[in-house]
């Protein structure tokens, strides 16, 4: 099933959630927040503190802090 929305609906759908979960993580209720991550061509499930495991080639240092652009899905 795909659910088509209008460009401003994404927008306030997205600002709602990233909210909620801003939210959350101030009152350190994690809940069962969780996101689905588009990362060097695979899918990952995470959670806060999560480590992710990336294979072959990868140009960021152990510890380094990453930015994911790619969030498929997001729940809290």
């Given at each position: 099933?795909?659910?088509?929305?209008?460009?401003?609906?994404?927008?306030?759908?997205?600002?709602?959630?990233?909210?909620?979960?801003?939210?959350?993580?101030?009152?350190?209720?994690?809940?069962?927040?969780f996101?689905?991550?588009?990362?060097?061509?695979?899918?990952?499930?995470?959670?806060?503190?999560?480590?992710?495991?990336?294979?072959?080639?990868?140009?960021?240092?152990?510890?380094?802090?990453?930015?994911?652009?790619?969030?498929?899905?997001?729940v809290?």
């Amino acid at each position: 099933m795909h659910v088509y929305m209008q460009e401003s609906e994404q927008q306030r759908a997205c600002q709602t959630i990233c909210e909620r979960i801003n939210q959350q993580v101030a009152r350190a209720e994690l809940g069962r927040l969780f996101a689905v991550v588009h990362l060097c061509g695979k899918l990952f499930r995470i959670t806060p503190g999560d480590i992710i495991l990336v294979e072959g080639y990868w140009p960021p240092t152990i510890g380094d802090e990453i930015s994911l652009d790619k969030v498929l899905l997001a729940v809290d």
